[in-house]
């Protein structure tokens, strides 16, 4: 995660830091499966490592917080499964939206939520995925290349998350 970051100064203190707390991977691989005491126990160790270095290292190295990292992780999944179909098991869980009559949502490449009747059905990837997906824009939606989509996606989120920081500070 650091080596994005080659054009800041950054202190020697920080590279101990972050390999010492196993920041030279990138923490969004795998925080999908994590449950909410561990993502808030990584977005805790995230924080303080940011301001071990500058309160702006967020915005200066484009780092996401971990909930919008996780978001991001699920969106970049979902395209890689609708654009080629492959996995097979994950494809079998994703449906596209389709009306049964003719509406203007028709074709904005949204996916079919099924309707969930426990709150911990939520956080199934049935259900987290089309609801991820259909709250992004749709020109992030139909990006037609997975560079194009990843640069809207980090985009989108990147705006959502420090906009969430300014309204909270």
């Given at each position: 995660?650091?080596?994005?970051?080659?054009?800041?100064?950054?202190?020697?203190?920080?590279?101990?830091?972050?390999?010492?707390?196993?920041?030279?991977?990138?923490?969004?691989?795998?925080?999908?499966?994590?449950?909410?005491?561990?993502?808030?126990?990584?977005?805790?160790?995230?924080?303080?490592?940011?301001?071990?270095?500058?309160?702006?290292?967020?915005?200066?190295?484009?780092?996401?917080?971990?909930?919008?990292?996780?978001?991001?992780?699920?969106?970049?999944?979902?395209?890689?499964?609708?654009?080629?179909?492959?996995?097979?098991?994950?494809?079998?869980?994703?449906?596209?939206?389709?009306?049964?009559?003719?509406?203007?949502?028709?074709?904005?490449?949204?996916?079919?939520?099924?309707?969930?009747?426990?709150?911990?059905?939520?956080?199934?990837?049935?259900?987290?995925?089309?609801?991820?997906?259909?709250?992004?824009?749709?020109?992030?939606?139909s990006a037609e290349l997975l560079s194009t989509f990843k640069r809207t996606l980090?985009?989108?989120?990147?705006?959502?998350?420090?906009s969430e920081r300014e309204h909270s500070a």
């Open positions: 995660m650091l080596t994005h970051c080659r054009h800041l100064t950054l202190p020697r203190q920080l590279d101990i830091v972050s390999c010492h707390r196993g920041w030279t991977t990138p923490t969004h691989y795998c925080t999908a499966r994590r449950p909410a005491t561990l993502t808030g126990s990584v977005q805790v160790t995230q924080n303080s490592l940011a301001r071990t270095a500058a309160s702006s290292l967020f915005c200066q190295c484009h780092w996401l917080p971990i909930r919008h990292r996780i978001i991001y992780k699920l969106a970049v999944i979902t395209y890689k499964t609708r654009s080629s179909g492959t996995p097979a098991y994950l494809s079998q869980l994703i449906h596209p939206y389709q009306p049964t009559r003719t509406l203007r949502s028709s074709d904005k490449l949204l996916l079919f939520v099924p309707k969930m009747t426990l709150a911990l059905s939520a956080k199934a990837f049935t259900v987290s995925t089309p609801l991820i997906w259909n709250s992004l824009s749709y020109k992030c939606r980090k985009t989108e989120l990147f705006d959502i998350a420090h």
